[in-house]
């Protein structure tokens, strides 16, 4: 089946700091989206991405979905201390079921 | 944005009784609801997909004879955790889906199964 790997599984840094997570899948997907869990919360959808090589911004937030659509990343420049908590990718094939990816837990110190 | 609600947030039950956790999409209707297991500090591990009336899909490794799975409504999937055992204590999280590939996630339901 279905497999999503991400690294790191954690990353601390000093606040101001740039912060990266990846996601490789062992499928080609139909889109992958990415989820920001603040502890003891639940998923909360950030984007989804959908196009070979697209890349979106959200501010600090920068997405990239690879040329092959089987990898992807989430960049945050600066980071600030609201940025802490773990990010999952989830990529969907071709039904509407997501895969999710183990987690980056991030943690930035003041 | 859309919102899921689910109930209750945190259960507490003895082995061997049953526990029913409720998912409900507040302002759409959804086409299909997941539900999910989150062991502390891991990932989320899709248990089964429902769609409204319907059957639900359950993952490999899932027994559809313990979690019992209804998605009676465009607005309410229900879980049922049959005799519950202490290795069911998990976080279980619903989340429901329209249109798009979007998917909205409930708060999520603490089971502690004593």
């Known amino acids: 089946g279905q497999q999503v790997m991400q690294i790191p599984q954690y990353q601390h840094v000093q606040e101001g700091e740039d912060f990266t997570t990846y996601c490789n899948s062992s499928?080609?997907?139909?889109?992958i989206q990415w989820y920001k869990q603040r502890p003891g919360g639940h998923p909360v959808f950030l984007i989804q991405?959908?196009?070979?090589?697209e890349v979106k911004k959200q501010k600090r937030l920068t997405f990239q979905f690879g040329e092959a659509k089987k990898n992807s990343s989430l960049h945050i420049t600066a980071t600030q201390t609201t940025d802490v908590g773990t990010y999952f990718c989830?990529?969907?094939?071709?039904?509407?079921?997501?895969?999710f990816g183990s987690g980056t837990q991030l943690t930035v110190l003041p | 944005g859309a919102v899921v609600s689910q109930h209750p947030s945190r259960v507490i039950c003895k082995s061997g009784t049953s526990v029913k956790i409720e998912c409900r999409s507040l302002?759409?209707?959804?086409?299909?609801m997941f539900w999910y297991r989150q062991f502390p500090k891991k990932s989320l591990m899709l248990m089964a997909t429902?769609?409204?009336?319907?059957?639900?899909?359950?993952e490999q490794g899932v027994e559809k004879d313990k979690f019992l799975i209804n998605h009676a409504s465009l607005t309410l999937s229900t879980l049922t955790v049959t005799s519950a055992h202490p290795e069911d204590s998990s976080f279980y999280i619903c989340?429901?889906?329209?249109?798009?590939?979007?998917?909205?996630f409930g708060p999520g339901t603490r089971l502690t199964v004593t």
């Open positions: 499928t080609t997907l139909s889109n």
């Open positions: 429902s769609n409204e009336g319907s059957k639900a899909t359950y």
């Open positions: 989340s429901a889906s329209h249109a798009n590939y979007e998917q909205y």
């Open positions: 989830a990529g969907s094939g071709s039904a509407r079921q997501l895969t």
């Open positions: 302002d759409f209707q959804a086409t299909t």
């Open positions: 991405l959908v196009k070979s090589g």
